[in-house]
Nanobody, 129 residues
Framework: QVQLAESGGGWVQAGDSLRLSCAAS????????MGWFRQAPGKEREFVAA????????YYAVSVKGRFIVSRDNARNTVSLQMNSLKAEDTAIYYC??????????????????????WGQGTQVTVSS
């Protein structure tokens, strides 16, 4: 099993930047593709960004592409989400997740929540306009 813990959430103003981190333990971190999802009040959980297990491939939701950057440090068992030019609509609880399958191609970047098997408890990001 893999345990995940997000950190770095908080309150910021529109246009500001924020960096979220996710620390993993209990598994072979380098064997898992990792993803970020978010959920706003009254809305379904939505995909934000994902990164392949070796960090060579990434994928972003259209709503955040060009503003957010996902990265990982397999030596430190962490994945990060750098959020720039934040907007009020980015307000949500952000979750990091590890893919359900621990082994895949180096280009495996899942986007569906059902493709992830391990989830953190989330960190709140609030952006005021």
């Amino acid at each position: 099993q893999v345990q995940l813990a997000e950190s770095g959430g908080g309150w910021v103003q529109a246009g500001d930047s924020l960096r979220l981190s996710c620390a993993a333990s209990g598994g072979a971190f380098g064997s898992y593709a990792m993803g970020w999802f978010r959920q706003a009040p009254g809305k379904e959980r939505e995909f934000v960004a994902a990164i392949a297990r070796d960090g060579r491939a990434t994928y972003y939701a259209v709503s955040v592409k060009g503003r957010f950057i996902v990265s990982r440090d397999n030596a430190r068992n962490t994945v990060s989400l750098q959020m720039n030019s934040l907007k009020a609509e980015d307000t949500a609880i952000y979750y990091c997740a590890a893919a359900a399958r621990s082994v895949g191609t180096i280009f495996f970047v899942p986007r569906g929540s059902n493709e992830y098997g391990y989830w953190g408890q989330g960190t709140q990001v609030t952006v005021s306009s």
